[in-house]
Structures are given as structure tokens and as C-alpha cells.
């Protein structure tokens, strides 16, 4: 039976430090807050569209470390399919080093480390579980030519594809034609458009720049200004519910993790934008990347006090 949701992506220990501000280079911060959690884009879509309410399955290369039983375990412990995690005997897991400024701003680093052994090889293997979703995601963080051979997959398999196009890299352009819902944030966004995103005007010029790539969907986040969505028939722009904002990171996985599940439930495109935009707000007023990532009851119940 159809209505899953494929994760295919990266899996990482981030290793995170809150601090009175982002540092320049030479200076050197005490008075730290540090914490050690899960993360990797994948992952972090992976979660979030679990407790989003979504039935997920994880396709991930990971290490043979210590980090490694104790991640699988996070993932079981959301009710995730672990079933197609390949542990590299030689590699050790994706790591990531954070710095987290009191506002929620952040700069991130990531060594990918058994992330870059996953393969199309790994895909065929996994087979079974791909073509039984109605979605797959993907992002960045994993070769470039696993990222195309899924895509080309799912489209000759008539499965939708949501690829969250990060980290911002050259790739193929032929393979935008073949992906559903392209999602990116601003940085992402200018990378494929060339041009600066400061507003909402400019998200929608931006878009229907890259759309011309020939993605179905593009949508854009953009923060506190919420986000805004380009179809075929229809223009979307979704406004962001105030929080306080700890921690921006994940806030993008929140969003599409949540969004496939709304899409798999058959919601519109605009409930889908909108139960993403207010998982995501959520997410940023927690500290981490898989610890920010909120249930279904903590959206539905937020959505209420919005719609309020």
C-alpha cells in the first residue's frame, strides 16, 4: 500500500555550541553552552516527517563508530524504518560542528564521512521500500550521482520527488524536469536564479526564474517571511506565526519532512505550505536539529492558536 515517505540523505552527530554571539575569525568565545545530538539533513527530514504523523522509512550510509547504535536507536525510537541503513565498517558517521548565536542565527561545518559512500548501488538494494512510497526526498549531502539516480528512479516509477536542494551545488540541469517540489532557502534560491532575495517580490521573481529549470513546484523559504510557493496555476506566499527564535538550525528539514506528510494525506498545495510553515516555526523556537522537530499534536495545536 501506498502514502510512505522515503528519506534518502545524510546522517550526521551534530556537535552544537550556544554562544552570546557568532564569532570572527580570531576571536575566541568562553561561556559556551554545549550539546551533543543527532542531525544530517536527511535524518532530520526523516524525523520530522515521523512525528509530523508520516510513515517513514530511512535510506542512509552510516558509520561503524561509537555515534552509530546510538543514532539507529533514535531513529527506532521515532518509529522510523531502519531497515536500509548501510553501515560503512571503515567510516565513521557524518559529523557537524554548530555555533548557535543568541538570536538563533548559525554557522554550521559538516565532514561527511560515511555519508559519501551511499550509493545507487545501496538504491537497487533498497528497491523494495522505494517503490512502495508515494514520495521520496533527497538534499545535498550525499554524491551527486546517488541524488540523480534516485531522481531518475522515482521518475520512471511514477513516485513523487521533493528535492531540497541543499547545500547549493552545480548539478545536471536536466534533472530539475524530473522533481515535483523543488525547495530551497534564500541562499539556495539565489545560487539558481543569480539574483538577491530581500522580499517577497523577489522570492516570486526568483522562482519563476527557476522554475524555467523545469521543477513542478518551486518553493522558497524565506525565515521569518514565511514562504512562498510557484506552481503551474498557482502563486502561494505563506506567512511565518511569531515565535521566539532559539535555534534556525533544521528549520528547513522541519519544513519539508512535514510538508510530505501533509502532501501524503492529500492536502492541497497551500495546507501543505501551511502546516510545513508552522512545523517549522516551531522547530526554531527549540535548541538542536532532531530534538527541535515537533509532533503532529504540537502543530495541530499550534495551528489552532494561529488560526485564532
Known amino acids: 500500500m501506498k502514502n510512505k515517505i522515503v528519506v534518502i540523505g545524510s546522517s550526521n552527530v551534530d556537535m552544537t555550541m550556544k554562544v552570546d554571539h557568532i564569532p570572527v575569525s580570531g576571536e575566541t568565545l568562553t561561556g559556551g553552552v554545549f550539546s551533543q545530538v543527532f542531525g544530517g539533513k536527511g535524518a532530520n527530514q526523516a524525523v520530522s516527517a515521523a512525528r509530523a504523523g508520516g510513515?517513514?522509512?530511512?535510506?542512509?550510509?552510516?558509520?561503524?563508530?561509537?555515534?552509530?547504535?546510538?543514532?539507529?536507536?533514535?531513529?527506532?525510537?521515532?518509529?522510523?524504518?531502519?531497515?536500509?541503513?548501510?553501515?560503512?565498517?571503515?567510516?565513521?558517521?557524518g559529523s557537524a560542528l554548530i555555533i548557535v548565536g543568541k538570536n538563533g542565527q548559525n554557522i554550521i561545518t559538516v565532514a561527511a564521512g560515511a555519508n559519501q559512500k551511499l550509493s545507487p548501488d545501496h538504491l537497487k538494494t533498497a528497491s523494495p521500500v522505494i517503490l512502495g512510497?508515494?514520495?521520496?526526498?533527497?538534499?545535498?549531502?550525499?554524491?551527486?550521482?546517488?541524488?540523480?539516480?534516485?531522481?531518475?528512479?522515482?521518475?520512471?516509477?511514477?513516485?513523487?520527488?521533493?528535492?531540497?536542494?541543499?547545500?547549493?551545488?552545480?548539478?545536471?540541469?536536466?534533472?530539475?524536469?524530473?522533481?515535483?517540489?523543488?525547495?530551497?532557502?534564500?541562499?539556495?534560491?539565489?545560487?539558481?536564479?543569480?539574483?538577491?532575495?530581500?522580499?517577497?517580490?523577489?522570492?516570486?521573481?526568483?522562482?519563476?526564474?527557476?522554475?524555467?529549470?523545469?521543477s513542478k513546484t518551486v518553493i522558497i523559504t524565506l525565515g521569518s517571511q514565511g514562504c512562498f510557493g510557484l506552481g503551474e496555476d498557482f502563486k502561494i506566499h505563506i506567512p511565518t506565526p511569531y515565535v521566539?527564535?532559539?535555534?534556525?538550525?533544521?528549520?528547513?528539514?522541519?519544513?519539508?519532512?512535514?510538508?510530505?506528510?501533509?502532501?501524503?494525506?492529500?492536502?492541497n498545495i497551500e495546507a501543505a505550505m501551511r502546516f510545513a510553515t508552522v512545523a517549522s516555526a516551531l522547530s526554531v523556537s527549540k535548541i538542536g536539529a532532531q530534538p527541535s522537530a515537533p509532533t503532529r499534536k504540537e502543530i495541530e495545536c499550534f495551528m489552532k492558536n494561529v488560526e485564532k
Open 133 to 214: 512510497s508515494e514520495i521520496i526526498i533527497l538534499q545535498n549531502e550525499i554524491p551527486p550521482e546517488t541524488v540523480e539516480f534516485a531522481i531518475k528512479m522515482a521518475k520512471y516509477n511514477k513516485i513523487k520527488v521533493l528535492w531540497n536542494f541543499a547545500p547549493a551545488l552545480e548539478v545536471d540541469k536536466n534533472n530539475f524536469s524530473m522533481v515535483d517540489f523543488l525547495v530551497l532557502n534564500e541562499v539556495e534560491a539565489e545560487f539558481l536564479s543569480r539574483m538577491k532575495i530581500l522580499t517577497i517580490e523577489d522570492a516570486e521573481s526568483a522562482a519563476e526564474k527557476i522554475k524555467k529549470l523545469g
Open 244 to 267: 521566539e527564535v532559539l535555534d534556525t538550525t533544521a528549520a528547513g528539514d522541519v519544513f519539508c519532512g512535514s510538508f510530505a506528510v501533509a502532501y501524503t494525506e492529500k492536502q
Open 55 to 93: 510513515d517513514v522509512a530511512f535510506i542512509s550510509s552510516v558509520g561503524d563508530d561509537l555515534f552509530t547504535p546510538a543514532m539507529v536507536r533514535n531513529f527506532n525510537d521515532d518509529n522510523i524504518n531502519t531497515k536500509y541503513l548501510f553501515k560503512e565498517p571503515t567510516q565513521s558517521c
